[in-house]
């Protein structure tokens, strides 16, 4: 069995975290793509919506997808997310012959160093990097230096159709009232006004009322 691991802070998740884990599964023969929305993530300087709506996002984006399924194992483990642990409890949950791919973007593959524990990072799992307009993954080598030369085979390069969408770019346009159609699925554009999240005074809370259509306004 092959598993796809797409870890993300998902703030919130839209079509370019989508398109990359469908391209991921296609491409690799994956039968499943495990999407992790991250607990308290160490490399993110802006504060991070609370985790329960970004889980729940998250839900709601990959519904209709049989092959996507949704994981707490980073919400609901203490501390600082890191990636090694992400593995660790996947790998105790899925077993020892399961092949693990972890699904993540050019810049994140180039920063790999800076991870906790590098190498075990690459025996535990198949990173495949993904890459979109504007970024190259021709500085691997440059970049990673040994750990890329004594990895090469575990270390995946993955096209994905080009979608520059960004979870900053989505949360400053609701700040600002701009629409974000087509960005990202409906029910999350409704998600996020019902919670009414990413706006300049946000209540984050579930619950809060909008007379506005985030979708048809
Ligand atoms: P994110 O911002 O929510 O993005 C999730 C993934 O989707 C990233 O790999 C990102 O690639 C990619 N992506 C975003 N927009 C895309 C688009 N339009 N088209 C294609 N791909 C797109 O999540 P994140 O904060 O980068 O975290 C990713 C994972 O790395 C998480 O599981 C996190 O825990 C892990 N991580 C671990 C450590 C550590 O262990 N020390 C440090 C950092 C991250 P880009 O990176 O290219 O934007």
Redesign the pocket.
């Known amino acids: 069995m092959r598993v796809g691991i ?6 919130p998740i ?1 079509y ?2 989508l ?2 884990a469908e391209a991921a599964r296609v491409e690799l023969e994956l039968d499943e793509v495990v999407f ?1 929305p ?1 607990g308290d ?4 300087a802006y504060a991070v919506t609370e985790a329960k709506h970004r889980y729940l996002m998250t839900v709601l984006a990959t519904l209709t997808n049989p092959y996507f399924s949704v994981s707490r194992v ?1 919400m609901d483990r203490d501390g600082k ?4 642990d ?1 593995l660790r409890d996947l790998r105790t949950v899925y077993g020892p012959e399961v092949e693990l791919f972890f699904i ?5 593959i180039l ?1 790999i160093l ?3 524990n590098p190498e075990e990072l690459l025996r535990t799992c198949v990173f495949v990097a ?1 890459s ?1 307009p504007g ?1 190259s993954l021709d500085r691997l080598q440059e970049v990673l230096g040994e750990l890329y030369t004594n990895n090469k085979d575990r270390i995946r390069l993955l096209q ?1 159709p080009a ?5 900053t770019d989505v949360r400053e346009r609701v700040a600002s009232g701009r629409p974000i159609r087509y960005l990202l699925p409906e029910t999350v554009a409704y998600y996020i006004a019902k919670a009414g999240l990413y706006r300049e005074h946000n209540s984050g809370s579930v619950g809060h009322n909008t007379t506005e259509d985030p979708v048809t306004d």
Not at 81 to 84: D, K, R, S, V
């Open positions: 797409m870890g993300g802070t998902f703030d839209h370019g975290h398109v990359t992790v991250t993530p160490p490399h993110k980073d997310t890191y990636t090694i992400t993540t973007g050019a810049d994140a920063e800076t991870w906790k993904a979109r970024h994905v979608l520059a969408i960004s979870s």
